[in-house]
């Protein structure tokens, strides 16, 4: 018997009993078995424990003895190249017998080159000057001549002769996912542990990369402190706008080793406040789940965060701003009485600059304490925080101030000892000591590296602002329990593009253990948006699983809004059908509840809330419909081309809204007898005894804003100044279907189709247009409804932009019908100047 | 040595499907000049070997100047084409090579019984989200940060039609 012959019996002998473990839904093995597999996650259990058995019992890899340590039987035990060495060390030198160990050659299945590439890398390439040292010639050669080794002095090299080129990626669990997942090391685009300094932080601290003190000199030590306190501030600001922490905040040395900096008071204060305050900040966002897309925020690698008690971290803070403080009037003293005050040791040895020094370490000093009491403050139950986190919002914006303001004397004594920084992440422009972004990049997931551009110190400074403010308008929000104030709240608040951070404070404020500010049942606030009495909030029909069902909906939309714009119109897509669902749920229900209680009076309690909640989550799904419709423009999602139909669909799903708002708010005024009429024209035949409410009309006034437009586009095309490219593939019916599809699927609204957008668009025309002018009705509604909001003033300027933009396409309008639409001299084009997302027509003659 | 590419007839641009082991370092040179995104040679050769009918490449005077790489497959009880890579060199732009190139593609694609056809660009990439509009695409979803570099991302959507829609509701509009 041949070796090959030897083990192919073996290996004949596992399928026989693989094959009969699953005939006999049993296994076999010589040793006890204490897992025995099973559940739906197996193809098959017996066949994958068989197997398993198998594999255990026979399975031997040879190892070849050639070549010598390091680069053969060696490699890094740790960090991301880690497998490898793991590998090798396993397979060599276990202690003891490894079971699959092949002792001979002769019994084994594979054969090993044990070759560490990681060490080649670290032992032949670095260190790595320029683009030539990527080139993996070197590597190529040294494993060909191991293999050229291996094969002129044993039977066994490519002796199956099996996989051919390419062969690999035909395996039936080979897909995309497993081929991007493997990163070909060396490649500087790909393999983010290559380019690094050091091997290890001790390597880098025997290097002298992070000293402690930072200099002999105690003037340079403050000034070093100072740099490495700015370069934090930069990397944090970086780290929030969406990178991870490893490569920010913890490219500081001293940050990562946190007893190694206690003999530095400052430094060592300065360290554990920011510790402290991404520990905070992290919390916050992980657990609002807003970072969602943004999940390499919250990335940690067991990096030292939590190691401080928060109490610590600001009594020694407070300690070292103490000390500064008295220097900062010592100095001041002295230099006024010239006199030396003897009981004070100074901050460092410069009386000139002491002054300088002392008031931009404060500056810095109070900016971290503010900030990290604003983030205790935000964090309080139910609110309670707030008005105190506006004065630390205050606190920090002053501080910040001053930070900005010693730029000037930092620069100016930093002059003669500075590296110039060219990145300039620091006020005095200095290169800063004890940071390395390549040290943790070996930390961090096999995956290729981002690029990471750590913000200057003034884009830093201004992130701060901005945050600040941001938080700000959360802080000084009044928790109306009005949840339709909470929605629009939150949608102001997002037009100005706030960023992660604030965003997931809003969240936390808003939602807390399953109640609006953590304060407000959910079914009390609902009770309240449709428009029900006070004495209904408690009522037992809460406890319907569709009342539950909708509080769950209420609170998921809440968070959804606090997300970024992207996510945001994607989840609340998805939602629509949610909605819409619990909405004929509730209505079934209704019916039911009708039937069982023998036609109830209309008077009866759960009649009512039936009635009112369905209204009210009617609308709300409408609104939802109009506000994904609307963050396609901000998110960029439509061309020019898909205008018509995109204010077509607008339009339309604006008249549902209307309709429904109209309708709720006809029932909680008391006059649901009358029902509203389902035209839109309704205002003119309501009779005198109910008035459209103003929030109806100005919904109204968008709506013909949004029918003008469509129309207006519609026209453009069907006179032949605007036609969209034929698609060789598709045509306009498709992409109807694609761009309404969520919206269609949860029949928003009911019965509209592309039949119906291309009857009522085919035959617009310029000269009909201009006799019912949409705008002209849009500006008239607008310009009516203004005094019912005189004071709200984000309703206000919304109406303004209206009759802007109205104003503007009617006269436009009248031009293009003046000059007859297929004019060559006349140039259309459109602007979202005046508005953000109803364009305003230019036209202009050549 | 630079050739001036002004007078390039598009008749002098040959296009090839994937023809073997050859074709990927030319390939693979020219995603890596000019895709931002960095990919293994597994990636490559997961498109290439399997679906070699799908991916192109456009060669002129010999030297190649674009190509387009594909897959095709179920995905949520859809069969789709995706288009995972798609270039031609700088100097080589504005020829409608890569019109070309990816019309090819999705027409086997078509042929082969794809209901739909997805794919990423960066927002920023003004010629290809062109490019791709003219062509029917549509923009389904922003993709925040989706690529390495930290720029956003449209994801792509190009649905094909259904005979059974059609005859309902377009007959009456045909003009």
Redo the contacts between chains.
């Keep these: 018997m041949t070796r090959l012959d030897r083990v192919e019996e073996g290996l004949a002998e596992a399928r026989a009993s693989i094959r009969e473990a699953i005939r006999s839904m049993n296994y076999t093995s010589e040793k006890p078995e204490y897992f025995i597999p099973k559940g739906s996650i197996y193809r098959n259990p017996h066949a994958f424990h068989q197997s398993h058995i198998e594999m255990v019992k026979r399975f031997k890899v040879w190892v070849y003895e050639e070549g010598e340590k390091p680069i053969v039987h060696d490699g890094p035990l740790n960090n991301i190249y880690a497998i490898e060495g793991q590998f090798i060390d396993e397979m060599e030198n276990s202690i003891g017998n490894n079971p699959f160990k092949a002792r001979h050659p002769n019994e084994a299945h594979v054969f090993y080159l044990p070759i560490s590439v990681a060490n080649v890398v670290r032992y032949v390439y670095e260190p790595i000057m320029s683009k030539k040292d990527y080139y993996r010639d070197r590597l190529q050669c040294l494993v060909e001549d191991y293999v050229g080794v291996i094969a002129h002095k044993y039977p066994y090299w490519n002796k199956t002769n099996d996989l051919q080129e390419g062969e690999l990626i035909h395996g039936d669990n080979f897909n995309l996912f497993a081929a991007m997942s493997a990163v070909e090391i060396m490649d500087p685009k790909m393999d983010s542990g290559i380019v690094s300094t050091y091997y290890s932080l001790d390597e880098a601290i025997e290097n002298g990369a992070a000293p402690v003190p930072i200099s002999a000199d105690k003037t340079t030590d403050v000034l070093c402190t100072i740099d490495i306190m700015d370069h934090l501030l930069a990397c944090e600001a970086t780290w929030h706008t969406g990178h991870s922490l490893a490569q920010t905040v913890y490219s500081c040395l001293y940050l990562l080793q946190p007893e190694r900096t206690s003999s530095h008071a400052l430094l060592h204060s300065y360290c554990k406040v920011t510790r402290a305050t991404c520990n905070a900040v992290l919390s916050v966002v992980s657990d609002t789940r807003t970072h969602e897309e943004e999940d390499l925020f919250t990335m940690t690698y067991d990096l030292p965060l939590s190691e401080d008690r928060d109490e610590r971290c600001l009594s020694m803070l407070n300690a070292v701003e103490e000390t500064i403080s008295r220097q900062l009037r010592a100095c001041k003293v002295s230099s006024s009485k010239r006199r030396v005050s003897e009981d004070i040791e100074t901050l460092q040895s410069n009386p000139d600059l002491e002054e300088g020094y002392c008031k931009a370490l404060l500056c810095r000093l109070r900016f971290r304490k503010h900030f990290y009491h604003l983030l205790m403050s935000m964090k309080r139950p139910q609110g309670r925080g707030l008005e105190l986190a506006r004065k630390h919002v205050a606190s920090c914006i002053v501080e910040i101030d001053h930070i900005r303001k010693s730029s000037e004397f930092l620069r100016a004594s930093a002059q003669e000892m500075s590296k110039q920084n060219i990145d300039n992440t620091t006020a005095s422009g200095c290169q800063p000591i004890g940071f390395d972004a390549s040290l943790n990049s070996r930390l961090s997931a096999p995956t290729p590296p981002r690029a990471i551009k750590i913000l200057c110190w003034e884009k830093a400074l201004d992130y701060y602002m901005k945050l600040l403010q941001d938080l700000d308008i959360i802080c000084s929000y009044s928790l109306d329990p009005s949840l339709e104030a909470a929605f629009l709240f939150v949608v102001k608040f997002q037009k100005s593009q706030p960023d992660l951070v604030s965003r997931a404070h809003l969240q936390l404020l808003l939602v807390q253990d399953g109640k609006l500010y953590g304060r407000d049942p959910i079914f009390s606030v609902i009770t309240k948006a449709a428009g029900l009495p006070e004495g209904t909030k408690n009522h037992d029909i809460q406890k319907n699983q569709f009342m539950v069902q909708l509080g769950q909906l209420v609170i998921n939309l809440l968070k959804i809004l606090c997300t970024n714009a992207a996510w945001q119109r994607r989840k609340l897509g998805k939602m629509l059908q949610d909605w819409r669902v619990t909405s004929v749920q509730l209505e079934l229900a209704f019916k039911e509840f009708i039937e069982a209680s023998n036609s109830p009076g209309t008077e009866n309690v759960c009649f009512k809330i039936f009635q009112h909640t369905l209204a009210w989550v009617e609308e709300q799904t409408y609104w939802i419909a109009s506000r994904f419709l609307i963050l396609g423009f901000e998110l960029e999602l439509y061309t020019a081309h898909d205008y018509c139909m995109v204010y077509w669909y607008i339009y339309v799903v604006l008249i549902k809204l209307c309709e429904k708002k109209n309708l709720r708010m006809a029932m909680s005024i008391g006059a649901a007898k009358k029902k509203a009429k389902k035209k839109k024209d309704s205002s003119k035949d309501a009779g005198m005894d109910y008035q459209i409410p103003a929030a109806v009309l100005f919904l109204q006034s968008q709506m013909y804003l949004a029918e003008g437009l469509s129309m207006m586009f519609a026209a453009l095309r069907n006179e032949h100044k605007v036609v969209p490219p034929q698609s060789p593939f598709s045509t306009e019916h498709e992409i109807f279907i694609q761009q309404f599809e969520l919206l269609q699927k949860a029949c928003l609204p009911d019965r509209v189709s592309y039949m119906s957008f291309k009857e009522s668009t085919v035959h617009a025309n310029f000269s009909t247009l201009a006799m019912c002018d949409y705008f002209k009705e849009a500006q008239r509604i607008a310009k009516e409804v203004k005094s019912s909001f005189a004071n709200d003033p984000d309703k206000m300027a919304e109406l303004r932009r209206i009759e802007q933009v109205a104003e503007h396409n009617s006269i436009a309008l009248n031009v293009i019908c003046r000059v007859g639409a297929l004019d060559p001299s006349l140039n259309i084009s459109f602007t979202f100047c005046h508005h953000p997302f109803f364009a305003t027509a230019i036209v202009k003659r050549s | 040595m630079e050739t001036t590419t002004k007078e390039i007839d598009a008749s002098e641009i040959e296009y090839v499907t994937y023809g073997g082991?050859h074709h990927l370092p030319l390939i693979m040179n020219l995603v890596d000049q000019e895709l931002s995104?960095?990919?293994?040679?597994?990636?490559y050769?997961?498109f290439?070997?399997?679906w070699p009918q799908l991916s192109f490449l456009a060669f002129h005077n010999g030297k190649c100047v674009g190509t387009v790489v594909c897959?095709m497959g179920e995905h949520r009880n859809t069969f789709r084409g995706y288009i995972a890579m798609l270039v031609v060199i700088n100097s080589y732009r504005g020829k409608g090579i890569a019109t070309e190139l990816v019309?090819r593609s999705?027409k086997m694609m078509?042929e082969s019984g794809c209901e739909e056809v997805t794919l990423e660009a960066e927002?920023t990439n003004k010629g290809a989200l062109a490019l791709y509009?003219?062509?029917?695409f549509?923009?389904?979803?922003?993709?925040?940060?989706y690529y390495?570099?930290?720029v956003?991302a449209?994801r792509l959507?190009?649905?094909?039609?259904r005979p059974e829609?059609?005859h309902l509701?377009?007959a009456?509009?045909e003009e």
């Design positions: 082991e995104e960095p990919y293994s040679i597994f990636t050769r997961y290439v070997y399997l897959k019309t999705i078509m927002v509009s003219r062509l029917g549509i923009r389904a979803k922003r993709l925040f940060h390495l570099n930290g956003d449209f959507k190009l649905l094909f039609p829609l059609h509701s377009d009456p509009f």
